[in-house]
């Protein structure tokens, strides 16, 4: 890893800043663009990562080059109380994977990291999202999308979940998604039609105990299957 900003610091020839780093331990090179500003992105704040990639490929002869803009929107706003579902314009995004350009802002990096250091997460299954391109989800390679929390029961201390992306075994894993960051559980049991089952198939909508519950639970959290 490269910081770009200390090298030219450095530099006895000085130089304009470009990117914030370059991560070079494999192909392809990630060149990366870290800004804060106080409103949400334009589309050349977006895209500067880009330009930054688009002058080191004639520089370094190569074409493997990805890039990555991480931006703090909205910086003097609460976190929470931030636009995080679309900082960036959808126009913007659909266009990103013309440039292998992800886009993130520093509050999805920081749900990210929180998510990693509470679920001891492997790094195998978090570096492949960074060369993404489009808007960059925090969820790691080895989860699959399952449905969304519909129903919540504080006795018997269950939920239910509508199957939509994947199955559930009674011995899988999830993981469930909150605006800051993501649980995991182990499942108890599965209750369907008021009868317990050991697997939940898509189209089912599925009551699910674990082991610890989830106290904080709400309608529409996300769940994930935790495949190993």
């Not at 500003?37 to 334009?42: E, M």
């Not at 990555?68 to 909205?74: A, K, P, R, S, V």
């Not at 109380?81 to 920081?110: C, H, K, V």
């Not at 978090?126 to 391109?133: A, D, E, N, T, V």
Request: proline letters at 5%; glycine letters at 6%; charged letters at 25%.
């Amino acid at each position: 890893m490269v910081d770009v900003d200390k090298e030219s610091r450095t530099s006895s020839s000085g130089g304009s800043l470009r990117e914030d780093i370059q991560i070079k331990d494999e192909s392809p090179i990630l060149i990366v663009d870290v800004k804060g500003i106080t409103g949400l992105p334009s589309d050349p704040e977006a895209t500067q990562a880009h330009r930054h990639a688009t002058m080191r490929m004639k520089e370094w002869e190569r074409t493997d080059i990805n890039c990555l803009t991480i931006i703090n929107h909205q910086r003097n706003i609460p976190p929470l109380d931030r636009e995080n579902n679309m900082p960036y314009r959808q126009e913007l995004i659909d266009g990103a994977s013309q440039m292998d350009l992800g886009l993130m802002t520093t509050w999805d990096l920081y749900r990210l990291l929180r998510s990693f250091l509470r679920n001891n997460w492997k790094p195998e299954n978090i570096k492949p999202l960074f060369y993404k391109s489009q808007r960059i989800s925090i969820i790691p390679t080895n989860y699959e999308y399952v449905g969304l929390v519909k129903q919540i029961w504080e006795q018997p201390k269950a939920f239910s979940v509508n199957v939509e992306g994947s199955t559930l075994g009674n011995n899988d894993k999830i993981g469930i998604e909150t605006p800051i960051e993501i649980f995991e559980y182990e499942i108890a049991s599965l209750m369907l039609n008021n009868q317990e089952v050991t697997k939940a198939e898509i189209g089912n909508e599925i009551g699910i105990k674990t082991k610890l519950f989830p106290s904080y639970i709400k309608k529409a959290f996300r769940v994930y299957k935790i495949k190993s």
